[in-house]
């Protein structure tokens, strides 16, 4: 954790998060996936900046912590899911920007595995699924503003909105396999409202910029 400081009146208190996890096979072996965890950084900084009291919880990730921001780092989902729920109970937005594993080996071995000598080419891997940190955490969010992110190939809006329904979002980000690891992205996000707002070939941090503004709705004229 690093220089939290009080938030500024109107504030809102932010939980973001980043990168991947790990889900470890034995102590040094794992799945994971390609997160950069740049996209949740971005976030994290650019609602920092706005004011806002930052939580950001990290998977395992190369990234230096933004100015004003509290870190919690993480390694697998259950750890992320563990340090959300702590998170989320004081705040008023979450943002679900990482790439959470799916799946976790059934066990996790107390020491290496070790290749057999008895001759065998094949070995197999038993999993089981993650929890669904967004879909658990959404539950019983009451009014306070959950937005998940969605990498889609195919029928992108279509199943992205499926997913917004089933996991209970107020907003999911749409992205492509392109934003993985790059420094720009094109996004649309999508609303239970039904809005639809395309950003194209954007920056991270301007990407970031418009997901932070939508958590503070213009007040009422
Ligand atoms: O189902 P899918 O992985 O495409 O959903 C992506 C969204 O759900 C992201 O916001 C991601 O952070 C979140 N998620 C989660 N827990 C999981 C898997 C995904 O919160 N186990």
Redesign the pocket.
């Known amino acids: 954790m690093s220089g939290a400081r009080r938030p500024k009146p109107g504030a809102r208190r932010v939980v973001v998060?980043a990168g991947p996890t790990r889900e470890h096979v034995d102590p040094v072996r794992f799945l994971s996936n390609e997160s950069s965890g740049r996209m949740g950084f971005a976030i994290a900084r650019a609602a920092a900046a706005r004011g806002d009291h930052v939580t950001l919880i990290a998977g395992p990730v190369h990234l230096e912590t933004p100015p004003g921001v509290e870190r919690v780092d993480v390694v697998s989902?259950r750890d992320m899911l563990a340090a959300v729920k702590a998170a989320f109970e004081r705040a008023d937005v979450l943002i679900?920007?990482?790439?959470?594993?799916?799946w976790r080996p059934a066990r996790k071995l107390a020491g290496k595995w070790r290749k057999k000598d008895d001759g065998s080419e094949t070995a197999s891997l038993e999993l089981v699924k993650?929890?669904?940190?967004?879909?658990?955490v959404a539950r019983d969010k009451g009014d306070r503003l959950v937005i998940?992110?969605?990498?889609?190939t195919g029928d992108g809006l279509r199943r992205a909105r499926a997913?917004m329904k089933r996991?209970g979002?107020d907003y999911?980000v749409l992205n492509d396999a392109s934003a993985l690891n790059s420094e720009r992205a094109s996004v649309t996000i999508i609303g239970r409202d039904g809005s639809e707002r395309r950003i194209d070939a954007r920056s991270k941090d301007e990407i970031a910029a418009a997901l932070v503004e939508l958590t503070h709705p213009a007040p009422a004229q």
């Open positions: 998060t989902a679900m920007s990482a790439a959470v594993g799916d993650n929890p669904d940190i967004l879909a658990t998940g992110f969605a990498l889609e997913k996991k979002a999911v």
